[in-house]
């Protein structure tokens, strides 16, 4: 079984950032894709971004291209998410997620696990 924790979640003013941080447990965790999504209140949960088991393919939702960024650091069963230049409409509840595929996917029904969420807030 493999349990996700995400952190660094907070309130921050326009055009700050953030970083979130998912915990993953297990051996499963550093060889697959994981990824980031969000869910605004009142709306569907939505893909922000992606990342394969060897990091080197990171797809992105269009609307956070060039702001965000996401990494992993393996060897701590670790998933970052790199928030800059945040924007009002990036408030939402943010779950780190993770898939028993090595290559990433930006449909939330590829994904096996979840974490519980971490609230961002922007204000402006």
């Known amino acids: 079984q493999v349990h996700l924790a995400e952190s660094g979640g907070g309130l921050v003013q326009a055009g700050g950032s953030l970083r979130l941080s998912c915990a993953g447990s297990g051996e499963t965790f550093r060889s697959n894709a994981a990824g980031w999504f969000r869910q605004a209140p009142g709306k569907e949960r939505e893909f922000v971004a992606a990342i394969s088991s060897s990091a080197r393919i990171t797809p992105y939702a269009t609307s956070v291209k060039d702001r965000f960024t996401i990494s992993r650091d393996s060897a701590r069963n670790m998933v970052y998410l790199q928030m800059d230049s945040l924007k009002p409409e990036d408030t939402a509840v943010y779950f780190c997620?993770?898939?028993?595929?090595?290559?990433?996917?930006?449909?939330?029904?590829?994904?096996?696990?979840w974490g519980q969420g971490t609230q961002v807030t922007v204000s402006s």
């Open positions: 997620a993770m898939r028993t595929q090595t290559w990433p996917s930006s449909r939330k029904e590829d994904f096996d696990y």
